[in-house]
């Protein structure tokens, strides 16, 4: 539980954040990086990138991101992804990337990383998705992904990013789709449904904003035009 909590609060920071913190040098009057695992991890400490906040408040965020970063990544599995007690790893695996790699001290050459997004692949299909077969939820899975390979901006991911956009567009549930929901399985949407433009965990079941949240923030991540 800890773990998954840690895991999302931060997604949630970076979410949030966007670029930025990619984008800011480290700071010398933010906390200084003491344990082996930073020293491992390379983290350089930096300060958060708003005008809202004090600055001892900001060092404190700093302090809260690193530690929450290490503790993410000391939970890598030795196959370099990670997992929630051995379910979802594609989803889970891009999310702790999608955190690690905005952080300013992380590149594509950091080991960590690099086993991160080799791994994360090992997962993609011939028709673009990213999840695993056995599991499901191969919406919610590839939209992950591709917020992963959106955040490293590495040119030799692209073309594997955007084969998981084009699976991911034909997920939207469009009128004259026909539902696999069980309320209304076999029935055509038509328009002015309301599962018209949703999105659900695999194709064409019942939409949740969930779903359609992670689809949309992968598309606009890839920069699809809205």
């Not at 076999?186 to 018209?196: D, L, N």
Request: aromatic share 6%; charged share 20%; net charge positive.
């Amino acid at each position: 539980m800890k773990y998954a909590m840690t895991m999302m609060v931060l997604a949630g920071v970076i979410l949030g954040c966007g670029d930025k913190a990619k984008q800011q040098p480290a700071t010398p009057t933010a906390p200084a990086t003491t344990t082996a695992l930073k020293a491992a991890l390379g983290l350089a400490a930096t300060l958060a990138e708003t005008k809202a906040m004090s600055a001892e408040a900001a060092t404190k965020a700093s302090e809260l991101i690193n530690g929450g970063l290490e503790f993410l990544a000391s939970k890598v599995n030795k196959n370099g992804g990670w997992d929630i007690q051995g379910r979802f790893e594609p989803a889970i695996t891009g999310l702790v990337l999608k955190c690690l790699i905005q952080h300013p001290s992380m590149t594509m050459e950091t080991p960590i990383i690099k086993a991160g997004y080799e791994r994360l692949l090992t997962f993609q299909q011939e028709d673009g998705a990213i999840y695993d077969p056995k599991q499901g939820r191969d919406n919610y899975c590839t939209a992950i992904a591709v917020c992963a390979l959106a955040a490293a901006n590495d040119p030799t991911l692209k073309i594997r990013m955007d084969k998981a956009v084009v699976y991911l567009r034909t997920l939207q549930i469009l009128p004259g789709t026909v539902s696999r929901d069980k309320e209304v399985a076999g029935q055509k949407i038509t328009k002015g449904h309301p599962y018209e433009g949703g999105v659900s965990y695999g194709k064409h079941g019942r939409p949740d904003l969930n779903n359609l949240g992670w689809w949309m923030q992968a598309m606009t991540d890839a920069g699809v035009p809205a």
